[in-house]
């Protein structure tokens, strides 16, 4: 008995040490850490930025074959706690160059063919508009924000984005929007009030579908703007002015950017423009295993040049590209914020794991933007040539 105790003290030793050695790696900034037995240490000089706390020893064998994967599971099973502000944190580790964690993973790319898609979406999209109610703005906008000033609410900065959108696409009365992954129908309710266009939104989520009809009718804009079931590749002899699509293309899948950009411009008409508005990898594309396993299953996030390419191969010219990397940061930063508050709420239909998981989900994503470890870019583009549009960027303003 007592050699299988001195061997089992002698095993967590050896695991204090490799979690020693691995987690001042990751970091370059002071932190404190501490064990399961009350053991504490201090890395770095100056004052401690946050301390990690770990209650049980994680699996050495699992950290080394995906460190993604196994602390963010470690996280999800309370293995590890954070004394500190989670965001901050993992901005740190973006912001150490020499770590392993940084970048996105190329490793377990997987297909989406339509059924796979519509699943996908089904495991994210259908958990309940409630959830998302309690932490997204008024109009439920689940995408990048737009702050046009520092002192701008996430409300706002929503308004702001949609308007931002349906400026670049240059609507005129009476012309037809499609917007692609059309969430919870902000963007083309706002389009078809503003600018009298016939907008259709298509979305693979029961539950959007279900809100955006609602708030179609809510509206009084039948016959204006309407909202469809379906895959975007199942579309068929339809022609449209403008297409937008804000946070989709992520779901598409590195072998479906091609067919993506082939379907857009077959919908779109001669001049047509397209507004495609994304996440975007920094020196290359790929998932985050663990968001892809947890978050958001069968996602890609392609770099600029894949897109850019493809846009060439099927001719379509490019008119406008922006970062808009800060403000996901920014937006992504007041979700986390709203979904602590709603932690009580949250907590009478989903148990601790799962508020671990979306509070690493939503952190982990505001630290890699404001890093810089990964863009958000907005494309905008025509079929052919458009003389239309204006000269220059000063319309955008007004």
Known sequence: MIKVLEKTKNRLDTDKVFYRIFLSKIFNVPFLLK???????????????????????????????????????????????????????????????KNILKGINTNNIIKNNINDSKDNVHYHYDIGNEFYSLWLDDSMTYSCGYFMTDEDSLNEAQKNKVNYILKKLNLHRDQTLLDIGCGWGELIISASKKYHVKSMGITLSVEQFNKVKERIKKEGLEGLAEVELLDYRELKNKKFDRIVSVGMIEHVGKDNLQEYFSKVNNLLTEGGLSLLHCIT?????????????????????????????????????????????????????????????????IKKSYDDKFIRMWRLYLNACAGSFNSGNIDIHQFLFSKSINNEIPWTREYLYK
């Open 35 to 97: 064990f399961w037995d009350g053991e504490e240490e201090k890395y770095g000089e100056g004052d401690s930025k946050f301390k990690i706390i770990i209650n049980s020893p994680i699996s050495k064998t699992d950290i080394i074959k995906n460190p993604s994967m196994a602390l963010g599971e470690a996280y999800m099973a309370n293995a590890i706690e954070i004394d500190g502000d989670l965001g901050k944190i993992i901005e740190c580790i973006y912001n150490n160059d």
């Open 281 to 345: 990898g920094i020196s290359g594309g790929g998932v985050n295993s663990w968001i892809n396993k947890y978050i958001f299953p069968g996602g890609y996030i392609p770099t600029v040049k894949e897109l850019i390419a493809y846009m060439s191969d099927m001719q379509l010219s490019l008119l406008d590209a922006e970062s808009l990397r800060r403000h996901y940061g920014r937006t992504l930063e007041h979700w986390a914020y709203n979904f602590e508050k709603a932690i009580p709420e």
